[in-house]
């Protein structure tokens, strides 16, 4: 073994900005602390939000429509943030220390939504019936720690995941192995926090307090951040890269600059590209080849007779091919990433009119019928699932899949994707026929006016196990497959982006509620989504989601066969 084979050749290095030395830092050793923050962190977040929508009903007064909006919209930002967070790993920070530095602030937004449910004066009055009525300036208090806990949130979660395959390096081909395996571990360790949250912390909310519900995931945070801070000798760290939308734009500008330039795919000599083995001129990041396809933008590449590649490269005028590739990357990723929004809107479900639905539904337990179980924890069966399937995935279905495909990971990263989506369909499916089920009793018993039918609550289980499968599948396929496909120096924004998917999910939640009540509540109607959902249609809105399914998993079916891989060059040394 040569003094060269001891370093990483991915470009990471370690606390202390030397080279990463393999045999002291990164794989399996370091990612304990890694997945024992993510495991922490997702238990104060699941903790937390998994219920918020009762809050907002109960404490805040909220209608349920307007609460679930509340929601929604609260959700989606958590969700949309992390391209903040994203930006300034990749261009600034570096991956490390933007986890550290937003943790802070998600800490103060924890610390702030507790002591909003917990003080007298700040938390909302109850009157002796239970009723609760908060002042504006008490819930705008509520407000601004649940949008700072969705600031910090957005440096964590698009840096997390990365940073953790980060500690395997590419140009190993034994670490490498272990890095889809490490995807499948880390989307367990959200669940087993989140599966804590949906059973004990429900309950202490429903049954103890709301300050007690809210601060003991102030206090898991807490422990997600001392967890992080414990593994920093062992960790890889990546170098930022500079600023990913200037490089972007810097391609657009000079194709634009060159758009009467003729460009011949098969004279590769007429592209730029720097010289160096297979390190690029980006910090840390691999030379990408060039690729057919997106043409217009390989004129940013192009060297004219007036371009002198020996002096100073103005990046306006002329990119390299590398350069070029990654904005392609990152457009050829858009339309499978589009086909994320639909299943992240029937995810959502679960923190809204799974919820609502719950509520009208029978909710007793045991023989005495005396204890109550809140709608909201049946969340807990979508993280059973989850941890169920990520095991048979891992130990069974790969090594089955791998002898028929040929492939270490059994299936494609796309054909994992799909899968899911294809999944979730029949969680929709038994989703409307169980909402039928439930309105054709209301009317032949006449229980319009009943808070509860004489309808088992647990007759939802099977929904919240089915888009747990959906998950397994989808979401960790899509958390590999935009880690692997994103350039090198812009794995953080390419994370964001799949992050991003569940923003749109919610916000689209929220806009078909706006648009179907608009529609359908007229001229005195009801509609399909009134506060008493006795009263309404929700089998339709439910039914209106499973078409939307579908159409969605053909076109994923269509986008995914026209996919063209990135092609990086060689590795770094």
């Known amino acids: 073994m040569t003094e060269e084979d001891v370093y990483t050749k991915d470009g990471t290095v370690d606390y202390r900005g030397n080279r990463a030395n393999k045999n002291e830092t990164g794989t399996w050793r370091a990612c304990p602390f890694i997945l024992g923050n993510e495991c922490s962190e997702r238990l104060a977040y699941y903790g937390m939000s998994t219920n918020l929508v009762t809050y907002f009903n109960t404490k805040l007064n909220q209608s349920g429509p307007t609460a679930s909006k509340n929601n929604a919209n609260w959700g989606g930002t958590c969700y949309i943030t992390p391209l903040i967070g994203a930006f300034v790993a990749d261009a600034y920070l570096g991956r490390y220390r933007t986890i550290l530095y937003f943790s802070i602030v998600y800490v103060i937004g924890m610390t702030l939504l507790t002591l909003s449910a917990s003080v007298p004066g700040i938390k909302p009055s109850c009157d002796d019936q239970g009723n609760c009525h908060a002042t504006e300036a008490q819930s705008a208090m509520c407000f601004v720690a649940l949008y700072l806990i969705a600031l910090g949130t957005g440096g964590i979660k698009p840096c997390v995941s990365s940073f953790g395959a980060d500690q395997f390096d590419d140009a190993d081909e034994a670490e490498k192995e272990h890095k889809s395996s490490f995807f499948n571990w880390f989307y367990l360790s959200i669940n087993i926090g989140g599966l804590v949250a949906a059973s004990l912390l429900v309950w202490v909310q429903t049954t103890v307090s709301w300050g007690w519900g809210f601060g003991i995931p102030a206090v898991a945070m807490a422990i997600a951040v001392v967890s992080f801070l414990s593994g920093t000798r062992l960790y890889r760290i990546q170098k930022p890269g ?197 309105l054709k009793m209301v009317r032949r018993h006449n229980y319009y006016d009943l808070n509860q039918v004489p309808m088992s609550l647990f007759l939802q289980i099977p929904p919240y196990f089915i888009i747990g499968c959906a998950e397994v599948f989808t979401f960790i396929g899509q958390l590999e497959f935009f880690y692997e496909q994103a350039p090198d120096a812009m794995r953080s924004t390419c994370s964001a982006l799949q992050l991003l998917t569940v923003a749109f999910g919610s916000y689209l939640s929220s806009l078909l509620i706006t648009i179907v009540t608009k529609i359908t509540a007229r001229n005195g109607s009801p509609g399909w989504l009134p506060d008493k959902l006795n009263y309404g249609h929700l089998d339709y809105f439910f039914l209106l989601l499973t078409v939307l399914s579908v159409l969605n998993f053909v076109v994923f079916l269509l986008v995914s066969k026209l996919y063209t891989y990135k092609k990086p060059v060689g590795t770094l040394h």
């Open 242 to 438: 500079g600023s990913p939308l200037t490089r972007m734009c810097q391609v657009i500008v000079a194709s634009i600059r060159k758009s009467k330039v003729q460009v011949t795919n098969d004279d590769r000599s007429a592209f730029y590209e720097i010289e160096q083995d297979s390190e690029s001129a980006i910090q840390g990041s691999r030379k990408l080849e060039h690729t057919n396809g997106l043409s217009f933008f390989d004129k940013a590449a192009v060297i004219r007779d007036s371009d002198n590649v020996k002096d100073p490269i103005n990046p306006w005028r002329l990119c390299t091919v590398t350069q070029v590739e990654e904005l392609k990357a990152i457009i050829r990723l858009l339309p499978i990433w589009a086909t994320g929004i639909i299943f992240s809107t029937v995810y959502s479900q679960m923190g809204s009119y799974f919820i609502l639905q719950g509520d009208t539904m029978d909710n007793r337990l045991g023989s005495n019928k005396k204890l109550h179980i809140s709608p909201a924890t049946l969340s807990v069966f979508d993280t059973i699932s989850v941890i169920f399937w990520v095991l048979v995935y891992d130990r069974i279905i790969v090594p089955v899949a791998r002898k028929f495909t040929g492939r270490e990971n059994g299936l494609t990263q796309l054909q994992r994707m799909g899968t899911g989506l294809f999944i979730s369909i029949f969680a929709m499916v038994y989703s409307v026929i169980l909402e039928n089920i439930r």
